[in-house]
Nanobody, 128 residues
């Protein structure tokens, strides 16, 4: 069982920044793709950003240019840097891992089946 633990959520004003981190094992970071998803109340879970073991990345169109995803193999974490936050970014953010490269990922509402292990989520609130 892969264990993923998110941290870094909180409240921020629109235009602000937050850094989310997901702690994972070294093996998970080395061999699996990692992704961030979010789910707002009343909405489906959607993919936000993903990074695979080659370092290739993929982003939802809604966050391109504002969010970045990276791995820190010294700290065994994958991070989501969120800048220029908007109220519509508010959601519970989840870290996930899966065996496929980001090349298989299409529409962000179709990412979920490619990821097997999930964290518990961290809340992000953005006030206008």
């Amino acid at each position: 069982q892969v264990q993923l633990v998110e941290s870094g959520g909180g409240s921020v004003r629109a235009g602000g920044s937050l850094l989310l981190s997901c702690a994972a094992s070294a093996a998970t970071l080395n061999y699996y793709s990692m992704a961030w998803f979010r789910q707002a109340p009343g909405k489906e879970r959607e993919g936000v950003a993903a990074i695979d073991n080659s370092g290739a990345t993929k982003f939802a169109d809604s966050v391109k240019g504002r969010f970045t995803v990276s791995k820190d193999k010294r700290k065994n974490t994958v991070s989501l840097q969120m800048n220029s936050l908007k109220p519509e970014d508010a959601a519970t953010y989840y870290c996930a891992s899966g065996p496929n490269g980001v090349w298989v990922l299409g529409r962000t509402d179709q990412w979920t089946p490619f990821f097997r292990d999930w964290g518990q989520g961290t809340q992000v609130t953005v006030s206008s």
